[in-house]
């Protein structure tokens, strides 16, 4: 297995994920900052974003996507809930919940644009937080008692906006990044992300 | 559909049936009809529960389901949730495994589950950050920016005519359904692969029967007003700020009376 990956992006969730599962990968460097992509690369992922993955046939892209495609292909039952338990549909849910709601409420905050909450499918910052932190309720991962991968996109969410300071003052979302942040896989994510 | 597609989904439709039914929160002209469409795809029996999103007040039934008082929400013996992508993924994974959406260890898995989060991830806040005129970082965006988006999507559908090539599945639900709006905004200018591909989608059976849902749906007053300013907006670019402004007013009443 190969994950196409740079330091400080979003692939450090693929790398949390494969850790979770104990997988084995090789993990290719991609020079963001230089104008082209390999061809490899963009076989993969077609805007030459990161990360990317290969698995045998398996060429594909997007941080959420390879987190349930290794979640449900690895660690079914385990990191994601089997097709037929009652916490599969939430478990998606909150799988879409980084890429279409939190990243693009925080970058329209951010830029200051005009939101229209009915008619963004992510309403605007506030509201997503609200949810976030509802769908918390004072337990300790998304699903209730159970960590699953839905918890590695949105704690690395988390960890992103708090070093961004683009968290808000949220003692729910705090203790949340905190409780990520223990977890040994993470660690171990966290040391490969730096090291390079 | 060939013959064995219309089986395998008959027989997994008809063992749900019989242990429940299927509950959808639903209005006319929302992203509610993405989940009709699904749901005729795979011909499950479900019923709808009409929320008119285009007035202020929500039950709390709906709030039980879709915390941010949207449509769609879904309702699945114990299953409750919300998001037309997630909605339709967990239909097609639940009742149309190996039609609707690859297995999960299918090799095609992994680049269906890169479409499902192309529609939410990618196409909607690259048009709406593109609307808005402020455009980011395309670097730092996770749906780099408008024209990154569609060449991606072009360049993925390549001769087509489903995004996984032969195999029409849950991402075309998706892709399709948020083409339509595209086309509609005429964002597909110059692009005449991505438009045929939304043709395609909006000739297929299923996809009409959910154009009927919506139609045979009861429109307020402040639902017909809003889908004429919407369609003014849609035509004219002008129209458009006004239009998300008024949009913006209306909703301002709280979401529960
Ligand atoms: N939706 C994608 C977004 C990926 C993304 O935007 N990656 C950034 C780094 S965090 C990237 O590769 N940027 C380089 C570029 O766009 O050229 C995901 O979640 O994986
Ligand atoms: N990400 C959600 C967005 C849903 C959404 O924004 N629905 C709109 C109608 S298309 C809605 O219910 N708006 C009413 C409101 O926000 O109160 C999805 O894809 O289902």
Known sequence: MKLYWGPGTRAFRAVWMLEEAGLDYERVPVDLSAPERSSELLAASPMGKVPALRDGDVRMWDSAAICMYLADRYAPGRLAPARDEPDRGLYLQWMFFSPGAIEPATAEKEAGRLSVPRVNGWGNFEKMVDTWERGLSGNDWILGDRFTAADIMLGSSALTMRSEGTLPGSTVLEAYADRCLARGACQRALNRFIDR | ?257
């Not at chain 2, 149309?96 to 299918?106: K, L, N, V």
């Not at chain 2, 139609?215 to 700020?241: E, H, I, T, V, Y």
């Open chain 2, 1 to 257: 559909m060939p013959a064995g597609q219309a089986r395998q989904v008959t027989v997994l439709a008809s063992e749900v049936a019989s242990a429940r039914r299927l509950k959808l929160y639903w209005c006319p002209n929302t992203r509610a009809n993405r989940v009709v469409w699904m749901l005729e795809e795979l011909g499950l029996d479900y019923e709808t529960v009409h929320v008119d999103v285009f007035r202020p007040r929500r039950s709390d039934e709906l709030l039980a389901v879709s915390p941010m008082g949207k449509v769609p929400g879904l309702e699945d013996g114990d299953v409750r949730m919300c998001d037309s992508s997630a909605i339709c993924l967990y239909l097609a994974d639940r009742y149309g495994r190996g039609t609707f959406a690859p297995g999960f260890d299918d090799p095609d898995r992994g680049r269906f589950l890169q479409w499902m989060i192309f529609a939410p991830g990618v196409i909607e806040p690259a048009v709406t950050e593109m609307f808005g005129g402020s455009a980011g970082d395309p670097r730092t965006n996770g749906w780099g920016d408008f024209g990154r988006m569609i060449r991606a999507w072009e360049q993925g559908l390549g001769d087509g005519p489903w995004i996984l090539g032969d195999r029409f599945t849950a991402a075309d639900v998706t892709l399709g359904a948020t083409g339509v709006l595209c086309k509609r905004f005429k964002l597909f200018r110059g692009h005449p692969a991505l438009s045929d591909y939304i043709a395609r989608c909006q000739r297929r059976e299923a996809f009409q029967r959910a154009l009927a849902v919506d139609r045979a749906g009861p429109k307020s007053l402040p639902a017909r007003a809003q889908a004429l300013a919407m369609s003014a907006a849609a035509s004219l670019a002008w129209a458009r700020k006004p239009t998300y402004r008024l949009l913006d007013w209306l909703r301002r009443p709280g979401e529960k009376e």
